[in-house]
């Protein structure tokens, strides 16, 4: 906690006093959004910060010292999750310019915990490529499951799967002679939402067990009504849709269906995948504060696995909270190193970086093993590898296509992990994330690159949870 703090502290420290450096506008279909950037280059939205105050009259307390000496604060702060010490708030002032003045003199204050920026996150996938343009948004309501195709008995061949030299790589075939995944196994594809009426995933979407759909009604009384297959963060409905390709490609690459005749297959044939998208707009981007809904939400309804393939922001205590909360529940939480290429134990990534038991930080690697050139590294902070490059999966549309970036290594971990968790449902995120680590495939362009120095072996990985967990329990 002392590192931690010192860790906020040392980037808040160095916001830029007037944030001149404009970058662009977040794409979406709320009103546009103007990006500035820390002084060490982390973005963020001009004029807003996070703050964690210790009640809600200190909270009001302070609003009003910052009105009085601002001049210009604006009560734009809904009450998000409660935490144990206190609640977090989102605070917006109309002068960027004034941002630094306000989260230093929130920190002063003894009724706070924290403030920080309101940090941008961005997929990680290359922008070598432009990324297929996806069909309009999808229906009205969620998923359309009576229009899902019949999985076929016993289990068809699926047509592209030559194509995926990843799953390959990572020995995916011998793995599913022991299991093919589980419809129990849920995982939070945290991203730009999913096509939920793909071909190839709907039968392997989540759907919220005490959520009845489309009757305006919050019926599990999780706070979000009609969140039958998960919820949208960044326009805040209960459709989830996928208005870039990138969630959709994540969520083909941890479970497209496998055996079903149609397209691919992902890493694991089967799942439950709960669709949580706060990234958006045709760079992929989102804030902070969606982005901690959506872990919450994950943490809060039953995901066992999170899958991460974005980043960018600075260190956040409100996201680090997060992820502690998720740990302490024995979720994974996978992350993506990032695509600058660049040393993450020199310049940090987040959520890469948060030296947490259940983070696990994934490069990339092509189809020779080598590590991709935009690949991040880092031998203390990064993990293991993943194949990443060309990597072929689901895009909106019921069409498929080939991306690469760390967004792609990442899922093809989170999907082992669903096979790991599949068949030893009692393996927390300690004991996952140890079986993936102990069980890489030792390369020699990964040595010194990232701490296992290799890459997935999903076979390997479930052989060593046998030795560990004893023979599988049946497969569902
Ligand atoms: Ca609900
Ligand atoms: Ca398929």
């Given at each position: 906690m002392k590192?931690c703090a010192?860790?906020?502290?040392s980037?808040?420290?160095?916001?830029?006093?007037?944030?001149v450096?404009?970058l662009?506008?977040?794409?979406?279909?709320?009103a546009p959004?103007?990006?500035?950037?820390?002084?060490?280059g982390?973005p963020?939205?001009?004029?807003?910060?996070?703050v964690?105050?210790r009640s809600?009259?200190?909270?009001?307390?302070?609003?009003?010292?910052?009105?009085?000496s601002?001049?210009?604060v604006?009560?734009?702060?809904?009450?998000?999750?409660?935490?144990?010490?206190?609640q977090?708030?989102?605070?917006?002032?109309s002068?960027?310019?004034?941002l630094?003045?306000?989260i230093?003199?929130?920190r002063?204050?003894?009724?706070v915990?924290?403030a920080e920026p309101?940090?941008?996150y961005?997929?990680?996938?290359?922008r070598?490529?432009?990324?297929?343009?996806?069909?309009?948004?999808g229906?009205?309501g969620?998923?359309d499951?009576?229009?899902?195709?019949?999985?076929?008995?016993?289990p068809?061949?699926?047509?592209?799967?030559?194509?995926m030299?990843g799953?390959?790589?990572?020995?995916?075939?011998?793995?599913w002679?022991?299991?093919?995944?589980?419809?129990?196994v849920?995982?939070?594809?945290i991203?730009?939402?999913?096509d939920?009426n793909?071909e190839?995933i709907?039968?392997?979407?989540?759907?919220?067990?005490?959520?009845v759909a489309?009757?305006?009604?919050d019926?599990?009384?999780?706070?979000?009504?009609d969140?039958v297959?998960?919820w949208?963060?960044?326009?805040k409905d209960?459709?989830?849709?996928?208005?870039?390709s990138?969630?959709?490609?994540?969520a083909?690459?941890?479970?497209?269906?496998?055996g079903?005749g149609?397209?691919i297959?992902g890493?694991?044939?089967?799942?439950?995948?709960m669709?949580?998208?706060?990234?958006?707009g045709?760079?992929?981007?989102?804030?902070l504060?969606?982005a901690?809904?959506?872990?919450?939400y994950?943490?809060n309804?039953?995901?066992?696995i999170?899958s991460?393939s974005?980043?960018g922001?600075?260190?956040s205590?409100?996201?680090?909270?997060?992820i502690?909360?998720?740990n302490d529940?024995?979720?994974l939480?996978?992350?993506?190193?990032?695509?600058?290429g660049?040393?993450?134990d020199?310049?940090?990534?987040?959520p890469?970086n948060?030296?947490?038991?259940n983070?696990?930080?994934i490069?990339?690697?092509?189809s020779?093993?080598?590590l991709?050139?935009?690949s991040?590294?880092?031998?203390?902070?990064?993990?293991?590898a993943?194949?990443?490059?060309?990597?072929?999966s689901t895009?909106?549309?019921s069409?498929y296509?080939s991306l690469?970036?760390t967004?792609?290594a990442?899922?093809h971990?989170?999907?082992?992990?669903?096979l790991?968790k599949?068949?030893y449902p009692n393996?927390?995120?300690?004991?996952l994330?140890?079986?993936?680590?102990e069980?890489v495939?030792?390369?020699?362009?990964l040595s010194?690159?990232v701490?296992?120095g290799?890459?997935l072996?999903?076979?390997?990985?479930?052989?060593?949870?046998?030795?560990?967990?004893g023979?599988p329990?049946?497969g569902?």
């Amino acid at each position: 906690m002392k590192a931690c703090a010192r860790s906020v502290a040392s980037v808040l420290g160095v916001i830029a006093i007037s944030s001149v450096c404009f970058l662009g506008y977040a794409q979406g279909s709320r009103a546009p959004k103007k990006i500035a950037f820390t002084e060490d280059g982390y973005p963020y939205i001009r004029g807003e910060y996070l703050v964690k105050v210790r009640s809600s009259a200190a909270l009001e307390r302070l609003l009003d010292n910052q009105q009085e000496s601002l001049g210009s604060v604006s009560r734009k702060a809904p009450v998000l999750d409660a935490g144990e010490t206190g609640q977090w708030y989102k605070v917006q002032i109309s002068d960027d310019y004034k941002l630094r003045e306000a989260i230093l003199s929130a920190r002063e204050s003894a009724d706070v915990v924290y403030a920080e920026p309101n940090y941008v996150y961005y997929s990680q996938v290359s922008r070598e490529k432009n990324l297929p343009t996806p069909p309009s948004r999808g229906g009205k309501g969620g998923p359309d499951y009576n229009a899902a195709p019949a999985l076929p008995v016993p289990p068809v061949a699926d047509p592209d799967i030559a194509k995926m030299y990843g799953l390959s790589k990572i020995g995916a075939q011998q793995a599913w002679q022991v299991t093919g995944g589980s419809a129990k196994v849920l995982v939070a594809d945290i991203d730009t939402g999913i096509d939920y009426n793909h071909e190839d995933i709907i039968n392997n979407l989540w759907r919220n067990p005490a959520e009845v759909a489309g009757d305006g009604i919050d019926n599990d009384g999780n706070g979000y009504i009609d969140d039958v297959v998960g919820w949208d963060f960044r326009d805040k409905d209960a459709r989830p849709f996928d208005d870039n390709s990138h969630g959709t490609h994540t969520a083909g690459t941890i479970a497209a269906t496998g055996g079903n005749g149609i397209g691919i297959s992902g890493v694991a044939q089967q799942a439950s995948i709960m669709s949580l998208r706060f990234l958006g707009g045709s760079e992929g981007s989102g804030s902070l504060e969606d982005a901690v809904k959506a872990i919450e939400y994950a943490t809060n309804n039953g995901a066992q696995i999170m899958s991460n393939s974005w980043g960018g922001g600075g260190y956040s205590q409100t996201m680090f909270d997060a992820i502690s909360r998720a740990n302490d529940k024995g979720i994974l939480f996978i992350a993506a190193a990032g695509n600058s290429g660049s040393d993450n134990d020199k310049k940090a990534q987040y959520p890469a970086n948060y030296k947490l038991p259940n983070v696990l930080t994934i490069a990339a690697t092509d189809s020779a093993d080598k590590l991709a050139s935009f690949s991040c590294f880092g031998v203390t902070t990064v993990h293991m590898a993943a194949p990443g490059v060309k990597i072929l999966s689901t895009v909106p549309g019921s069409k498929y296509s080939s991306l690469s970036g760390t967004s792609m290594a990442t899922p093809h971990v989170t999907g082992a992990a669903v096979l790991l968790k599949s068949v030893y449902p009692n393996m927390k995120a300690r004991e996952l994330k140890a079986a993936l680590m102990e069980s890489v495939e030792a390369l020699p362009s990964l040595s010194g690159k990232v701490s296992t120095g290799g890459r997935l072996n999903i076979s390997k990985a479930l052989a060593v949870a046998k030795m560990q967990h004893g023979e599988p329990s049946s497969g569902n």
